[in-house]
């Protein structure tokens, strides 16, 4: 797929929008600045003046940080406030209002949803396939589904959110073959580092048409610094930058986002993803056998999707433990689960002494 043809899937009215020019994004040179109406004095908050100026749109030294950790160019990569930021770019610009589609595979993130709500895009629905071996994302389905609906982006989860189950490349490859020129395909890879699937970014050299969400929010403890990524053709993140709002990335965020990610900060993370993935496969043979436990989704993320006999007692006991719990009950398909989140060993010790107690107690 050429660079043209992949702009063809943008809004047409975009694809040489010139977007808002900031006074950061100005190439101008000197020392005394008053390009911004800034102040000219630090706050007294502030006494290292960090952040009397606006930031850097894209911070340079950020972007080749994520860039070397996600195996990309610099150029191929847009951060943003989130991953939340990236979807709302991409579904505002490439969907035209009430004509092109969104396709999801619930249960899933409820984010590509609301975005595609918000730009009054026609948002089409491919239920995960749900079996004993867990979730599974039906790409043949999806497939077809994206062609006969005019779906200009497809979101797949993987791992997905709640599901915890993840694409296998070769699955995400076929639907990037078969949706060329069509549509972008979309891999939210935000659980990506527990998991024991290759990350998408490695097939971006062959197929323009697809776009990968990563985050800092996860694996790397960043949550409140709002750190998302959003990797695709070069081209395409020009474009969507020039849509992003002028300075995404506060200063301190940055700082400490290029801090997380020198190489003592990615060895501590990395020993923090292993005790995770140690724990999950403890505390799911744990749960599998509790009484009153339906069925323990396996997961490839941080988490546990787990459907109970008396879900509301499971929730309450946990709660009355002090421990609170993602309720997936109002979730289609899901009225009986819940979403536990791995935490350190001992916080998983109190799901775990909750749950029993509430089970010895109903026997």
Known sequence: MSTASMLELVR??????????????????????????????????????????????????LRSALAALYGCAPEQLLIGRGSDEAIDLLVRGLCVPERDAVLVTPPVFGMYAVCARLQNAPLVEVPLSDGLDGFHADIPAIVATALASNAKLVFLCSPSNPAGSAIALDQIERALQALQGKALVVVDEAYGEFSDVPSAVGLLAR????????????????????????????????????????????TPCAAMAEQALSAPALEVTRLRITEVRSERERVYKALVQLAGVRQVYPSQGNFLLVRFDDAEAAFRALLNAGVVVRDQRAV??????????????????????ALQRTQEAAA
């Open 12 to 61: 047409e009215d975009l694809r040489a929008f010139a977007g808002y020019s900031s006074a950061r994004t100005s190439a101008l040179q000197g020392d005394v600045w008053l390009n911004a109406n800034e102040s000219a004095w630090s706050n007294p908050a502030d006494p290292s003046a960090s952040t009397r100026r606006y930031p850097d749109p894209q911070p340079k030294g």
């Open 207 to 250: 197929y323009d048409n697809l776009a990968v969400l990563r985050t800092l929010s996860k694996a790397h403890a960043l949550a409140a610094a709002r750190i998302g990524t959003l990797i695709a053709n070069a081209e395409l993140i020009a474009v969507l930058r020039r849509c992003q709002a002028p300075y995404p990335v506060p």
């Open 332 to 353: 289609p398909r899901l009225s009986d689960a819940l979403r536990i989140t791995l935490g350190t060993h001992d916080q998983n010790e109190r799901v775990l002494s």
